[in-house]
């Protein structure tokens, strides 16, 4: 089997589940695949052959490697994944799927049962934060403040100044 390589891959480092975390977020995240699973066959720090696990999977079109180790280093905000979110319908089902054993936090931000982070964002929300307009990306950043999930519907209002009907 040949897989073609990207340059730069994320690597993530599971204590253990790692397969199990791969088949989730690929069942939840359209052009993803499971594309390997393989197991490193001489001793390691980890434990002897075969007892370290390597997934190789694409998420959304983007290549990543999850290995099945033991512990090491834990998962922390110092590095999350943004969801880019079509519609609240996209936003609602990733949040309540990802969000599911783990943690919701603040501002888009929730952390899975396996650990990992991620910001479930509205691409909306994205191009409202870029403008040049800096009352409206103020008002937009501080109503995203104000949330738990990133609700598209306040977002547009704060970005338009007006008031909810």
Request: glycine share 6%.
């Amino acid at each position: 089997m040949t897989i073609a390589v990207s340059k730069v891959v994320p690597f993530l480092w599971f204590a253990r589940e790692a397969e199990e975390a791969v088949r989730f977020y690929v069942s939840l995240i359209p052009n993803s695949s499971l594309d390997d699973i393989w197991t490193l066959q001489a001793d390691s720090p980890s434990g002897p052959p075969g007892s370290v696990k390597v997934v190789e999977f694409t998420l959304g079109g983007v290549q990543f490697n999850a290995m099945q180790a033991g512990p090491m280093d834990s998962f922390n905000h110092a590095v999350s994944f943004v969801i880019n979110c079509d519609d609240q319908a996209e936003v609602d089902r990733l949040w309540d799927a990802l969000g599911e054993g783990g943690a919701y936090e603040a501002c888009g931000w929730l952390k899975d049962k396996y650990g990992v982070s991620w910001q479930i964002v509205p691409t909306e929300f994205m191009e409202m934060m870029r403008t040049k307009d800096k009352a409206r990306a103020k008002r937009v950043a501080e109503a995203m403040m104000q949330m738990v999930k990133l609700e598209i519907e306040p977002i547009r209002r704060a970005f338009e100044g007006t008031k909810a009907a």
